[in-house]
């Protein structure tokens, strides 16, 4: 057998072996396992899937998609633990309301109200929670949502790192369209709303720990008017769209290919990264495609209709900076491949638990 | 964006590859071994073997330093790291090196203070802002990374901090090189030399590999076009029947290496007799260790560290990885039992490490996506 037929099988092994679900063998929680990557994945799967098992959880999608009274409605829930608490360009407040409407617009809903529930840590600043609710309410009114329930407790100083915040959301579906990672077909195109990583980048150089200075603001913003604006344009050519925060856009892309059963191909030089976020990346040795973002998506479109998504992300102000970034293709199944600026051709996996700070 | 860009032309990388496809002699198979994780990291990163001939192989060397540290230091370290007063500081890569009884990440989940720092400077700032508490940096690195240890040990003692103390792992390049040139069954037409650390050594320490071995060396920078042309550079050595030591990263590397910083080294750390590496086992001279001068400082001294030695699984091939005598690839539990999620060996940890560069980048039959984009 030749060389390269000897790799083919290695790789084929491999992919099989990929394909088995992975077993939790950690006997505490390591911080990996709330990463985002493979081994929050494996986590959830075997402890919370495990236990709750049912036919609207387990897609595993931002959010459940359910009847109720003859309407179709969409549920999701999220909480916030960034660190610090403000960043330039906003903080854990309107974080936690436009993750919830993102949420929730990515399934195709228009989101309608919200709850919040804060835990809080002895000590915290009065000041500080003002601060917060006054920027969840700019949030909530620009998302077009109301915050109509919520929860307060307090632990003793020292068993929380000063506020943390759960939000969940209800929004309610208005078309027949089934958008998931699982509905993308060979020839579809990749699009992303903007440019990629600043949210990631921007919070990871607030904490101060890193020595870098550079002129970046978290992306955060509700992402539901550009999800309309993409829906009256091309309808049900829209196939799938994901908010790209923890683990990147890489880790969307991964989920497609995987649930699709398709490749996809993204081209290095069209991805969108402002350069201040790129040297960032490049200093700390960081890919931009896992860094999160927390008011871009990736959507993947009829190759058809790639044009007219494109064009109509970028006449919303919050999809100016929207690319085509790559197409997806049937072979081979399941892998997402980089054609880089250099002129080569790499993989782009799901992100390794590495030890990120607390970004959201 | 500059300083990068110009380094990943594909314009230039097409031309640089018609060159060394010229350079190749018909019929005649070269292996270059790059002794670098950051290159390995390069190649995989960027796609660069899609520029080489299939001829030309690069075989991935044992400079990853979380690679090559032993499972024993490991477990050594978690000790030290275990004891109640301790924070243990340590760079993100080393926190997913298995040992005998898991990782860091797995000790710090069971309650151990282990904390990521990007800098051994960052540590002393921990320990200055924990007096009561004693803080050990985990120092692991090749000559690249000695110097900022040492500085940081010298300014501890300048500063009479008592408090901090330096878990040494040092180890030297060159060494490392002999004992893969003295390994039976291997064969390698050139190399390509670690930039980095050259900074630090600066280019002469590899005479003898050219001179006595009769192997090229150029020592090469890091974006992809500095080793694609460090390859033709070594082809056309080879072309002209020559074999030297070249600087293809003169930018950085000067011909005399960093004195200031060799002195830092020298003052501070001395070589150990021997020291066991990941997969390659003793190897003389190797590694360095805390001078008794600045002993008050040497976490080796200071805690009761029980020297284990734990043997590599049985089933690891990391030892002939690390060598370059099987590819990724061809070890028995790649992507398999081994993965980068619970890496049996250290290969699979570090993304400078050749199977996880491999495995994160690389894992996918060229031949194939070339037939499916056709």
């Known amino acids: 057998m030749t060389e390269t037929a000897r790799e083919r099988q290695v790789l084929d092994r491999v992919d099989r072996a990929r394909q088995r679900k992975a077993r939790l063998r950690e006997e505490h929680v390591t911080m990996a396992h709330g990463a985002g990557g493979k081994a929050t994945q494996t986590l959830i799967e075997a402890v919370f899937l495990d236990a709750f098992r049912n036919p609207l959880l387990e897609p595993l999608e931002d959010a459940a998609v359910f009847g109720a009274g003859g309407a179709r409605l969409a549920f999701t829930t999220d909480s916030y633990v960034v660190s610090p608490l403000f960043f330039p360009g906003g903080d854990i407040g309107d974080l936690a309301v436009n993750g919830t409407v993102n949420d929730l617009s990515v399934c195709g809903a228009r989101p309608l109200h919200l709850s919040a529930a804060f835990v809080l840590e002895e000590g915290f600043p009065i000041e500080d929670l003002r601060r917060i609710s006054a920027s969840m309410a700019r949030a909530a009114a620009s998302a077009g949502v109301s915050i109509v329930t919520g929860d307060t407790k307090v632990v003793q100083r020292g068993k929380a790192d000063g506020c943390y915040v759960t939000t969940a959301g209800v929004g309610l579906l208005e078309h027949d369209a089934r958008l998931g990672v699982a509905h993308v077909r060979p020839g579809d195109a990749v699009l992303v709303s903007g440019p990629i990583g600043d949210h990631g980048v921007t919070v990871m150089l607030a904490r101060g720990e890193l020595g870098i200075e550079a002129d970046v603001t978290s992306d955060t913003a509700p992402l539901n008017g550009l999800v309309a604006v993409l829906r009256a344009a091309v309808g049900n050519g829209v196939r799938c769209l994901r908010d790209a925060t923890r683990g990147g856009v890489a880790t969307i892309l991964n989920e497609i290919a995987g649930a699709s059963g398709v490749a996809v191909v993204v081209e290095e030089d069209a991805v969108p990264v402002r350069p201040a976020v790129r040297g960032a990346c490049e200093l700390l040795g960081i890919d931009p495609l896992y860094v999160a973002c927390e008011g871009r998506m990736v959507a993947v479109v009829d190759g058809d209709a790639a044009e007219s998504a494109l064009a109509a992300l970028r006449s919303h102000p919050l999809g100016e900076g929207a690319a085509i970034i790559g197409r997806a293709g049937a072979d081979p199944p399941g892998l997402v491949l980089l054609k880089t600026a250099f002129g080569g051709t790499r993989i782009i996996d799901v992100l390794v638990g590495d030890p990120l700070p607390r970004i959201c | ?374």
């Open chain 2, 1 to 374: 964006m500059r300083f990068v860009d110009e380094y990943r032309d594909a314009d230039k990388a097409r031309a640089l590859s018609a060159r060394i496809a010229s350079l190749c002699e018909p019929g005649r198979a070269y292996q270059f071994m790059e002794v670098c994780g950051g290159h390995t990291h390069t190649i995989y990163k960027h796609g660069l073997e899609d520029y080489l001939p299939e001829t030309v192989t690069m075989v991935h060397g044992p400079g990853c330093p979380v690679c090559v540290i032993p499972m024993g230091r490991v477990d050594d370290a978690i000790r030290i790291a275990e004891e109640p007063d301790v924070i243990m500081t340590s760079f993100g890569d080393m926190t997913r090196v298995p040992g005998g009884r898991g990782s860091f990440l797995d000790a710090a989940a069971r309650g151990a203070d282990i904390r990521m720092v990007y800098s051994p400077l960052d540590a002393l700032k921990i320990a200055r802002a924990n007096p009561d508490r004693r803080v050990v940096f985990m120092a692991i690195g090749f000559e690249t990374t000695a110097p900022s240890t040492a500085m940081t040990v010298l300014r501890a003692a300048a500063e009479d901090v008592r408090n901090f103390s330096v878990f040494c792992n040092h180890v030297r390049v060159i060494p490392a090189i002999q004992a893969i040139l003295d390994s039976p069954g291997l064969r390698l037409d050139g190399f390509i030399g670690p930039g980095h650390v050259s900074t630090v050594i600066g280019c002469r320490p590899y005479e003898f590999i050219a001179g006595e071995y009769g192997k090229p060396l150029v020592v090469a920078g890091f974006e992809p076009l500095d080793i694609l042309q460090s390859v033709y550079m070594l082809l056309l050595q080879l072309a002209e029947g020559r074999s030297e030591v070249e600087n293809q990263y003169a930018r950085v590397v000067p011909w005399a290496g960093n004195a200031r910083a060799l002195r830092a080294i020298g003052e501070v750390m001395e070589p150990r007799p021997s020291f066991e590496w990941r997969g390659l086992g003793f190897i003389a001279h190797s590694a360095l260790r805390i001078r008794e001068k600045y002993a008050a400082y040497d976490a080796e001294r200071l805690f009761a560290v029980p020297g284990v030695r734990v043997a590599d699984p049985k089933a690891c091939q990391c030892g002939e990885v690390l060598k370059g005598v099987l590819k990724p690839w061809e070890c028995k539990v790649f992507g398999t039992a081994c993965t980068p999620e619970t890496p049996i060996g250290t290969c699979m940890v570090s993304s400078e490490g050749a199977c996880a560069a491999y495995y994160n980048f690389g894992r996918f039959s060229r031949q194939r996506v070339r037939e499916a984009t056709r």
